[in-house]
């Protein structure tokens, strides 16, 4: 059904039914029954009206005013003799039942809570049957000259106006959240009842009500419009219904039946059979509803087992320290992983506060829960740092922004029982009563000691990762720099060497010993910085990952090619060079292994004083071969070996102001060939023996 454009608010409700009201009551004087039925035929079709326009179950409340209009159009005097009297009859329990059912299921909830809602409510009016009966209405019928359809059907409305409230009121209590406008009914449903026992009184009397009963009837009919067109307060609710709610009251309405149906028996002598069979059916009741609430408290107590062994379980089998605290920060409770973490027995902290544990530097920087703001407002955990705490923690703490991030958990040491530390992620949360009140303080501290090692240990990682791509880059650089400069030294050293033979040959003229001194020291010095540039590019290019290339060569020629190169300058140096070497074949690149051999002999030279001796040595074993180089020199201190082989190498250079790249290249060399090279020394003065070891299998890179 289309919805009205016009919304009516409670404004527009009162003020029209208060004209019902006062039409009706204006009728009353002039004595205008039809003009007092009249208004409260429209408030009842009013009423329905506006319930069938707010939807849901409000359509079938609406359904039972619709059909009290047409009773008042019908049925103007409530005329029980009339001839129509049984139909309309009909029509208005009808009514009376669709009511009902639209209150019990008003708020759409579970079959079984509308079934006790049913039978709570049918316990209070048979109760007020018995009772009223008991104490008032059976003298009044028995004094009543009124015919038993009159006073059946006026008992009948005046007690199902009071099971309609009845079913209102346990809609309010029991509606979760709690529909407060369910509470206009319960009020509506008492303008009936005041207006049916105005009607009942005057029926067995046989006067008229001070008042026209029609304008009760239409203050109900208001109320009953100002609960469908009120916006429902859909709240939660502050604390749980009481519990003992469900036995007390059908208890106390059995006992107050009772002891009104033994005064009238007592009285009379007898009872009515009215007040017996409503007596038992108001015992059943009461038994079932106590049956009932047996089971649900059956239920209840499973649940709470079930829960308790989930608790159980969960604590005893977490990692993590499980713990309950009271307001005062003591121990209530602690899980049996303290044990395995702190090293305490959870009983021996029972009673103990929590701060005895936590580290003196903690605790100012750890705000305790118990005098500071909840850092969930929600569930009361601690307050982040920097935030102000709360007056009184026991009083609720507003909601953060929406958008806020949770202020990281505290990491915090706790003691050991041996002392020692122990770094631990603290959560809390406070535990609240039905009422909203704090009742405990729950803490799960994880051990996080090892993950903040591993962090450190990360960080360490990292720093010496970044330390080595620093070198790395540093190396690059250093690499780049020698081959650049080797290359801008190279140019100019070419031309230099030549006019230096050609002047030392005579080409240009002949020159006079002094001269001829000149051009000899030009062209050492020359050939050595040559020398020296060839290193540096060699080098260079060994750094930049040169590699060899692999022949079949033999190991003698190779030898022998490295040593007639040096044999001039050997004998010019007063130093016997002497070399053994049979034919070797072996896999290696020619050119890299002699200039390697030359570096070594030519390192010997420079360390070898006049009459010493040199011996070259090559041999080899199943798989590898090794070339020594052997001198009587000054020797090499023990401190200075690891260091002979690094580049610009003061230990390797240091008698003639070398560049210390020989023995550099001589190592890379026979790392790219797959070998290696060691030196010895018995120390200072008594000589060095440096030994290539290579593959006969040539390995490349």
Request: charge should be neutral.
């Amino acid at each position: 059904m289309a919805r009205l454009r016009f919304r009516p608010s409670l404004r527009h409700v009162g003020a029209l039914f208060t004209a019902l009201v006062l039409a009706a009551l204006a009728a009353g004087p002039l004595g205008a029954p039809g003009l007092r039925v009249a208004a409260a035929a429209a408030a009842a079709a009013v009423a329905g009206t506006l319930c069938l326009v707010a939807g849901g179950r409000w359509r079938i409340v609406a359904v039972g005013l619709l059909g009290f209009a047409a009773a008042h159009a019908l049925w103007p005097g409530h005329d029980f003799m009339a001839p129509q009297a049984t139909a309309v009859f009909v029509v208005v329990m009808a009514g009376f039942l669709a009511i009902e059912i639209g209150v019990v299921f008003l708020d759409r909830p579970r079959l079984r809570d509308a079934a006790i809602r049913v039978i709570d409510a049918m316990i209070l009016v048979f109760a007020a049957v018995v009772t009223l009966w008991s104490l008032a209405l059976h003298a009044l019928v028995d004094r009543a000259d009124v015919s038993p359809p009159i006073v059946r059907g006026t008992l009948t409305f005046l007690f199902t106006d009071l099971y309609v409230g009845a079913l209102a009121a346990y809609t309010w209590i029991g509606s979760a959240p709690r529909r407060d406008n369910v509470l206009w009914l319960v009020a509506g449903a008492g303008a009936w009842f005041v207006a049916d026992t105005a009607a009942t009184v005057a029926a067995l009397q046989g006067t008229g009500g001070p008042l026209p009963t029609e304008a009760f009837r239409i203050a109900g009919y208001a109320l009953f419009a100002a609960g469908a067109v009120a916006t429902p307060s859909t709240a939660p609710r502050q604390h749980s219904a009481w519990p003992w709610f469900p036995v007390a009251v059908p208890t106390t309405l059995l006992v107050l039946a009772t002891a009104t149906g033994s005064y009238a028996y007592l009285r009379d002598g007898d009872l009515a059979p009215a007040v017996f069979w409503n007596a038992v059916v108001l015992f059943l009741a009461v038994v079932l509803r106590h049956a009932i609430a047996f089971g649900d408290s059956l239920r209840v107590s499973r649940r709470l087992a079930e829960s308790e062994e989930r608790f159980r379980t969960i604590t005893e089998q977490s990692v993590d320290i499980i713990a309950l605290h009271d307001l005062d920060g003591r121990f209530v409770y602690v899980s049996p992983a303290v044990e395995g973490v702190l090293g305490h027995a959870p009983g021996d902290l029972v009673g103990r506060a929590r701060s005895d544990l936590l580290h003196p530097g903690d605790r100012p920087a750890v705000p305790d829960i118990m005098l500071e703001a909840p850092a969930d407002p929600s569930d009361g955990g601690p307050a982040a740092p920097g935030r102000p705490p709360a007056a009184d923690p026991r009083e609720p703490v507003a909601a953060p922004t929406e958008g806020v991030p949770p202020p990281p958990r505290p990491i915090v040491r706790m003691r050991h029982r041996d002392g020692h530390w122990v770094w631990t992620e603290v959560a809390t949360r406070v535990v609240r009563d039905a009422a909203g009140r704090p009742r405990w303080i729950l803490s799960v501290a994880h051990d996080v000691t090892g993950r903040l090692e591993a962090e450190k240990a990360l960080r360490r990682s990292t720093e010496r990762e970044q330390e080595f791509l620093a070198l790395r880059l540093m190396d690059r650089m250093k690499t780049r720099f020698l081959n650049q400069a080797a290359h801008q030294l190279s140019t100019p050293l070419t031309p230099l060497r030549l006019e230096a033979d050609m002047l030392s040959s005579g080409a240009l003229g002949d020159l006079s010993d002094q001269q001829r001194n000149a051009v000899a020291v030009i062209d050492r010095n020359v050939r050595r910085l040559h020398r020296t540039v060839d290193d540096m590019l060699l080098a260079a290019r060994l750094e930049g990952g040169l590699r060899p290339r692999i022949r079949s060569v033999d190991l003698a020629v190779v030898v022998g090619d490295a040593a007639r190169q040096l044999e001039g300058e050997a004998a010019a140096r007063g130093v016997a060079l002497h070399v053994e070497a049979a034919s070797m074949p072996m896999e290696a690149d020619p050119v890299l292994l002699t200039e390697a051999v030359s570096e070594l002999i030519e390192n010997a030279m420079r360390f070898t004083p006049r009459g010493g001796f040199i011996r070259v040595r090559a041999a080899s074993d199943a798989a590898d071969v090794t070339v020594e180089v052997r001198d009587d020199g000054t020797g090499i201190p023990a401190e200075s070996i690891p260091l002979l082989f690094e580049t610009f190498s003061e230990a390797a250079d240091r008698s003639e102001g070398g560049a210390g790249l020989g023995l550099f290249i001589v190592r890379r060399v026979a790392e790219a060939h797959g070998g290696s090279l060691h030196a010895q020394s018995e120390g200072a003065g008594r000589g060095s023996t440096f030994t290539i070891r290579l593959p006969i299998k040539g390995a490349e890179g």
